[in-house]
């Protein structure tokens, strides 16, 4: 688990860089879930998710020595484009490796804020592995998307910002990919609130974590597509993971349905824009296998980075296959 006092000092940091993202609430959601939910949007985060908070976190770490050296990541879109922001900032060049099917928004985003793609095949090539093979390769620091304290703790910062304006939560609801932000976010509340219920949403097809911590080890796993694209992961971190079986109380899946109608009532009621991922919290919150009645509830808005085009092909696909965006309230 991370120190405290390292998510402190990341919040540190990160002021003035990162954006106090808003939390939002709506009597609409509360009413289908039967709680109280208060979402927190990272999705209105700089470079349109969370990820911007640990990737600044780390390079503004590093010494000037290693800033000359220039950073490098690999990254679905999120990560990279928080990455490209922060070196731009920090004052260091940036390489990105991304997969050949990241959506385009995310490529061009990565590109405009200044840093070199690279792309890779992510059915072939582990993803790790090819990070680590360039930055040897090239000499630079490898920015890993989750798989570091550093990175954890910027993610950690979202929880400080919640309990200082919520208090204390019943339950918290996080995404989980390789496991960054619930072990920073999980760290911090099982300091500061132990009573608060942790509860990782991972993909229905490919729900990793659920599969590692059943093993009681991490789990490899071929890669199964599905819709959520920042959470395109074959194992767990070796760091996150044993943090996420320390602060992580449950795990919820969610199929590619529930997320087209999670992201359809995020843009109908909220007005929010979403990519599958970010709504992944919300709908797990919004499934009748999880039960939140009367619970005070943080659900976080991971990312919103997501195009106009593929969001409406995205929101025609949920309205085709259910008739409808919106999921029915609960009796």
């Avoid at 000037?64 to 990279?80: P, W």
């Avoid at 790790?128 to 910062?157: C, I, K, Q």
Wanted: proline letters at 5%; glycine letters at 10%; a negative charge.
């Amino acid at each position: 688990m991370l120190e405290l006092s390292d998510v402190v000092a990341a919040q540190e940091r990160i002021a003035g860089a990162a954006h106090r993202t808003p939390v939002l609430t709506s009597r609409t959601l509360d009413e289908m879930t039967g709680a109280r939910l208060f979402l927190k949007c990272e999705s209105l985060q700089r470079t349109g998710s969370f990820k911007f908070r640990g990737a600044y976190n780390l390079i503004a770490s590093l010494s000037e020595a290693e800033r000359r050296s220039g950073v490098c990541a690999v990254s679905a879109g999120n990560h990279g484009q928080a990455v490209a922001l922060a070196a731009r900032l920090a004052g260091t060049r940036a390489t990105i490796l991304m997969p050949g099917d990241a959506p385009e928004v995310k490529l061009a985003a990565v590109a405009e804020y200044g840093a070199d793609i690279v792309t890779y095949d992510r059915f072939t090539t582990q993803q790790t592995e090819a990070g680590r093979e360039w930055a040897a390769e090239h000499g630079s620091v490898l920015v890993h998307p989750f798989d570091d304290p550093r990175v954890a703790a910027g993610a950690g910062t979202v929880a400080l910002e919640m309990l200082d304006e919520l208090g204390a939560l019943d339950v918290v609801l996080v995404p989980i990919g390789g496991g960054g932000a619930i072990s920073g976010i999980g760290s911090v509340l099982k300091q500061l609130t132990p009573r608060t219920r942790i509860i990782g949403v991972e993909p229905a097809a490919l729900p990793i974590t659920r599969m590692s911590m059943d093993a009681g080890e991490r789990v490899r796993a071929e890669l199964r597509p599905h819709l959520a694209d920042g959470q395109m992961l074959t194992t767990p971190g070796e760091w996150t993971f044993p943090v996420m079986c320390e602060v992580v109380d449950d795990l919820a899946a969610v199929t590619d349905a529930e997320l087209l109608a999670s992201m359809a009532l995020l843009l109908d009621r909220l007005k929010l824009a979403t990519e599958p991922s970010g709504a992944a919290a919300l709908a797990a919150a919004l499934s009748p296998s999880l039960d939140l009645a009367g619970a005070r509830v943080g659900v976080l808005v991971s990312g919103g980075n997501v195009g106009a085009v593929r969001l409406a092909d995205l929101l025609s696909q949920g309205r085709a296959a259910s008739g409808s965006p919106v999921p029915a309230a609960r009796p």
